[in-house]
């Protein structure tokens, strides 16, 4: 049997094979595939592909993140059709379709072995190895396999600690019938109180602060596609060599290289569900968290109510948001096996917000290895684990506000300070900006960012469990990136940061 899988298309597409449909798909950040096998002739094949995008028309819900067709702002140049790898695989008749991997700090591991084909499969094996030498090894299938490493490292930022796996499906004869590789991360999320009363996260039973960059993910030469393993492994080693720990994936899914490079490097994932719905975007008024708005009165000791929940969701018909919920269990269901996504985050701001409440409530049920934040620097609803406000340039979060206490308290954006490069600008032609306005010199620029991390540690110190700096590089007409958009100067050391982030008491 052979497969053909598209890593990525946006946006919808069928495809025909030797003039054979074989499949179609909706969604433009995600992988699918299709058996072709019947379609396969000896010699020369004809792979025909048509794609629609309608990105940000008003009437479609297109889920397309920050592509906008008149892109300036934060908006950006849309792409359509084929953007990441397109490939075959050769299969048995029976073999394994994927995997799916539930493991803790503590050394448990749960696989589930989805198996497609014509049946014979008498049972399933799994091997865990560490360099090379075997620490457990379990059969089963009906209802997962079960096993538990003994003296386990545990995953995370300081230690990427990664697992080998081996798993075999095998008929009643003994006789191997399919066989992956794979890998697996032990580590838990979940979250704890500190000394003064406030929500702290934890990673493997210890508190940790979350420090990362907002990530567009977005290239000049490319746009959403990298142009190689070594770029998205340049930019992650300048993170964490600059004391992050954290990188918030915004509005896109990346190629699945990229996760397996946050996995080995030890960089947590904050991934955004990919925001769309052209025409509701501007319905729901925007509450966020901010004390001083008007309207903001709590009311019988909530600030939230039923009648809120009607202003503060936008009114999408059943299609969109069916089809949204579909390309939000793929994305889950694609990242679920990696070790370094730990918090979902459903909507941004308002941006297609709708059903949050029971959005909220699926994505909770579906994966409760994770964190859920209901809506970054959005409408809060009280759902999940987190409260995320957003604000530029400088961090502030309204930690006056009691409505809050029971979660989780982040700064999911803050930040966004602009320095131009020369000769390094996307289009000079073009509006160049930052938030706040663009200071005169590099010392200035400098400055702000300091001023920026000492306000964060000082949220730290008062019950704040995480900040998100915007950005890791310039887009377009954004230049409040760290680096400029074609990578090829920081305007801020790696060394540099580490120590502003210690001074501020963001790091160790």
Partial sequence: RVLLHFEGVDYACQVWLNGQPVGSHRGGN???????????????NELFLRVIDDTDAYDRYQLRGKQKVNN????????????????????????IKDLKTVADGEGRLDVTVMVEGRGGVAGAKVIVSRDGEV?????????????????????????????????????????????????????SV??????????????????????????QGWWPDGLLNPPADDAIVHEMDFLKAAGFNMIRKHKKVEPRRYYYHADRLGLLIWQDHVSGG??????????RLRADLPGYEPRNQSWWSAEDGDALDADWPDWAHEQSMAE????????HNHPSVVVWTT?????????????????????PTRHLNISSGGNFFPIGHIADEHNYPDPAYPLELTQFDDYIKVMGEYGGHGWLVE??????????????????????????????????????????????????????????????????????????????????????
């Fill in 135 to 187: 620490v457990a090894e379990a059969r089963g299938m009906a209802d997962g396999i079960h096993l538990q490493v003994a003296d386990v490292m545990p995953w995370g930022p300081d230690t990427p600690e990664l697992y080998d796996l081996r798993v075999i499906i095998e008929n009643k004869a003994g006789i191997v019938m399919d066989e992956v590789s794979s890998y697996v991360g032990f580590r």
């Fill in 72 to 95: 300036s702002g934060i908006w950006y140049t849309p792409s359509s059709g084929i953007w990441q790898t397109v490939w075959l695989e050769r299969v048995p008749q029976t073999y």
């Fill in 423 to 508: 000769g390094h600008q996307w289009d000079p032609n073009k509006e160049n900006w930052g938030y706040g306005g663009l200071p005169q010199t590099i010392e200035e620029y400098w400055a702000r960012y300091v001023k920026s991390a000492e306000i964060l540690g000082d949220l730290k110190a008062r019950g704040v469990a995480a900040g998100v700096y915007t950005q890791t590089t310039d887009v377009e007409g954004e230049i409040n990136g760290l680096m400029t958009y074609d990578r090829k100067k920081v305007k801020i050391p790696a060394d540099k940061l580490k120590k502003i982030h210690q001074a501020a008491g963001l790091v160790e």
């Fill in 328 to 335: 939000l269990k793929t994305m889950i269901d694609t990242l």
């Fill in 190 to 215: 979940d979250r704890v109180k500190d000394a003064d009363g406030h929500w702290r996260f934890t990673l493997n039973g210890e508190e940790i602060f979350h420090l990362g960059p907002l990530d």
């Fill in 347 to 367: 909507f941004n701001e308002r941006w297609g917000q709708h059903r949050s409440m029971e959005i909220g409530q699926w994505v909770l049920d579906y994966d």
């Fill in 278 to 287: 052209a025409g509701p975007n501007e319905w729901p008024k925007w509450k």
């Fill in 30 to 44: 995600l992988p699918f595939s299709f058996e072709v096998t019947a379609a396969l002739k000896s010699g020369e």
